[in-house]
Nanobody
Framework: QVQLVESGGESVQTGGSLRLSCVASGRTFSPYGMGWFRQAPGKERDFVATITWRGGTTYYADSVKGRFTISRDNAKNTVYLQMNSLKPEDTAVYYC??????????????????WGQGTQVTVSS
């Protein structure tokens, strides 16, 4: 199996920035893509962003478009999420996940095979 470890979650003020990292380990890592999801207390896990591993094509949720940037370092098996202009509504546990196969359902949790433990991001007013 693939193991994913997220890091970088912190408490930050509104308007601040934060960068999350997710490192994958295990057998030969060759996913179709990786993604970021987030889940606030009492709410569903929502799609944030995804990136294809080979071509670097990105997709974003409307709520974060223009503020967040997903990127990857293939040599380090690492995906990043740069978050700028943070808002209180961005407060959530952020999870990275592996998308094993090509699919049109890139924003659905069911399209991802492996998940990390999550890292807490808190944005204060």
């Amino acid at each position: 199996q693939v193991q994913l470890v997220e890091s970088g979650g912190e408490s930050v003020q509104t308007g601040g920035s934060l960068r999350l990292s997710c490192v994958a380990s295990g057998r030969t890592f060759s996913p179709y893509g990786m993604g970021w999801f987030r889940q606030a207390p009492g709410k569903e896990r929502d799609f944030v962003a995804t990136i294809t591993w080979r071509g670097g094509t990105t997709y974003y949720a409307d709520s974060v478009k223009g503020r967040f940037t997903i990127s990857r370092d293939n040599a380090k098996n690492t995906v990043y999420l740069q978050m700028n202009s943070l808002k209180p509504e961005d407060t959530a546990v952020y999870y990275c996940a592996v998308r094993a196969y090509a699919s049109t359902s890139w924003s659905a949790t069911g399209a991802y095979a492996y998940w990390g433990q999550g890292t807490q991001v808190t944005v204060s007013s």
